[in-house]
């Protein structure tokens, strides 16, 4: 356990942490100097911490691993049975969070995360420091270099806050609105740190030191970023506009989370134009490196195939369960793998009206929706499968079963992921414009009672789906929406569930046994630290 802990905590003294091919996917040239010399230099550092976090990861990827475990965890999935579950999610599909599997997948998330930290810090700490002297960052700037100097330090800001929200996700406990939030979890890494007995004995934050400085870091990032960044795939202004959003949901800040969608819709679409809901849903989903951007999305990982090992848990709730399908294992490219375990509730799909309670099958207003035509995907009980229909036999039938014969139930999947033409590298969206509208919507009802703001919003993404306007709209019928259009997407269920205090339901049947619900304020819901985390910092027996 100690290799990943020393991954996890110890700085590394060479900051090349991603191979060539993938340097390239960020155009890197050469590798990070330090100490830097110009802004030239030191964008190298920036583009590394992007690099750090999204690539070389495979099945610990902290990007899919937190999507699959919302989801597992959550109450809109359910076991297939295609597959035995396997590392993780054996215990979290009973809620269970007291065991873990020791060097498993979340071990190496853990690891990954403090490993990108390393990549930001000494970037971020040089440049604190060097202002805090009073003097510029580099002797002999320019007015624009002074400009990308800003927006170099708000990528920085930005990415420490982005890797934080993901440890406080998966390794603390959920912020307590009701609570002080005092305990202390995990080392809080705010600078640089040399000294092994500064590794050795790193300072512990608690929930909310955490959430402080995600908060901090993430407002900064917002006054330093540009509205629109040259390069793919890098942070800009409504990004971290979208992330305080999160973040202050999660809080119980509902007023400062709808200022943020409210920021977005009314600044970069309505009065920039930079983005919109004019394409279908798929649009997003099935491009590859190059390919135009999507126009509603606000920031993606731009994969290209020189990358090795990109984010691949997604994999496990598709119906395609294999990351190296093409077209999303559609048509000709028909592929059903054996990683595909977690498929959407039938309670779910009831629920929000995609699945007929009697014969589990969608209904004609599923059939209708754009989404679930385009990013989702029906398939019958493989017990019930014909003899000899198979691959385009199947397809030419328009029967379409699981493969497994163990498979009992017909099911929906989720069918976003590995949809572009090389599938392992579609574009993979962590920011789109639907989730703003559908956010800005909870809020306007939930906060202000503006149920004709609600409504225009919810109507926004309906059009999108090729559905009719409603007169009206509830907190079920948004929640609704937001399930149709979010589901298995970036932790958001347990993100919606966990920002209004909802009990994460009790209607799970696991081989006959009821799993219970869990209750807010979810003090127990999280992975407990890497065995031997404790041993390696001596502050946690202290």
């Not at 979290?92 to 690891?111: I, K, T």
């Not at 990528?155 to 609570?179: Q, S």
């Not at 135009?292 to 920031?299: L, T, V």
């Not at 995907?377 to 014909?386: E, M, N, V």
Request: aromatic residues 12%.
């Amino acid at each position: 356990m100690k290799k990943y802990i020393k991954l996890g905590l110890i700085v590394l003294v060479s900051f090349t942490l991603v191979n060539c091919s993938d340097d390239k996917f960020f155009e890197l040239e050469r590798p990070q100097l330090f100490p830097w010399n110009n802004v030239g230099e030191l964008e190298l550092s920036v583009v590394d911490s992007y690099a750090a976090f999204f690539l070389n990861q495979g099945w610990a990827a902290p990007n899919g691993g937190l999507a699959y475990r919302d989801f597992v965890i959550s109450d809109i999935s359910v076991a297939s049975k295609h597959q035995p579950l396997e590392h993780e999610a054996v215990f979290y599909y009973e809620r269970n969070f007291e065991s873990a599997l020791v060097g498993g997948e979340e071990d190496g998330q853990f690891a990954q995360l403090y490993r990108c930290l390393n990549q930001i810090l000494p970037a971020l700490t040089f440049i604190e420091e060097q202002e805090a002297k009073g003097e510029e960052v580099f002797s002999g700037m320019t007015d624009n270099d002074r400009q990308t100097l800003a927006g170099q330090k708000g990528e920085l800001y930005f990415m420490r806050a982005w890797v934080n929200y993901f440890l406080v996700r998966t390794f603390m406990p959920p912020f307590d609105p009701n609570g002080d939030n005092s305990a202390k979890f995990l080392p809080l890494k705010l600078s640089y740190e040399e000294s092994q007995d500064g590794l050795r004995n790193a300072d512990l934050g608690s929930v909310k030191d955490f959430y402080d400085l995600i908060i901090s870091d993430l407002e900064k990032a917002k006054s330093l970023l540009p509205e629109q960044h040259s390069e793919p795939g890098r942070a800009n202004k409504y990004v971290a506009s979208t992330m305080l959003y999160r973040v202050g949901f999660l809080m119980g800040n509902h007023e400062a989370a709808l200022a943020e969608c409210d920021f977005i819709i009314k600044e970069a679409v309505e009065a920039k134009g930079y983005y919109d809901l004019s394409e279908d849903p798929i649009e997003v989903w099935d491009r590859n490196f190059g390919d135009a951007p999507a126009k509603e999305s606000i920031w993606e990982v731009p994969l290209r195939a020189e990358s090795e090992n990109n984010d691949i848990p997604f994999a496990r709730m598709t119906k395609i369960g294999y990351y190296r399908a093409n077209g999303g294992g559609r048509g000709e490219n028909w592929s059903q793998g054996w990683a595909g375990t977690m498929a959407l509730s039938h309670n779910m799909l009831e629920k929000i009206g995609w699945m007929d309670p009697a014969t589990k099958t969608p209904t004609p207003e599923a059939l209708s929706d754009k989404r679930f035509n385009q990013v989702y995907y029906f398939l019958l009980a493989g017990k019930d499968k014909p003899e000899g229909l198979e691959g385009d036999a199947a397809i030419e039938a328009d029967t379409l079963y699981d493969s497994q014969q163990r498979v009992t139930d017909n099911h929906i999947w989720v069918d976003k992921y590995y949809r572009a033409e090389e599938g392992r590298y579609s574009q993979l969206p962590l920011v789109r414009l639907a989730e703003i509208y559908l956010s800005r919507a909870m809020l306007r009802y939930s906060v202000n009672n503006d149920v004709i703001g609600a409504t225009a919003d919810i109507n926004t993404v309906r059009e999108r789906a090729g559905l009719p306007t409603v007169a009206t709209v509830t907190e079920e019928t948004i929640e609704a929406e937001r399930l149709k259009e979010l589901a298995g997407e970036a932790g958001d269920r347990l993100l919606y569930l966990k920002g209004y205090q909802k009990s994460i339901d009790g209607n799970r049947i696991d081989n006959g046994q009821a799993i219970p619900a869990i209750a807010p304020p979810y003090s127990n819901a999280y992975r407990p630290l890497p065995l031997g985390e404790s041993d390696y910092n001596g502050n946690y027996n202290n």
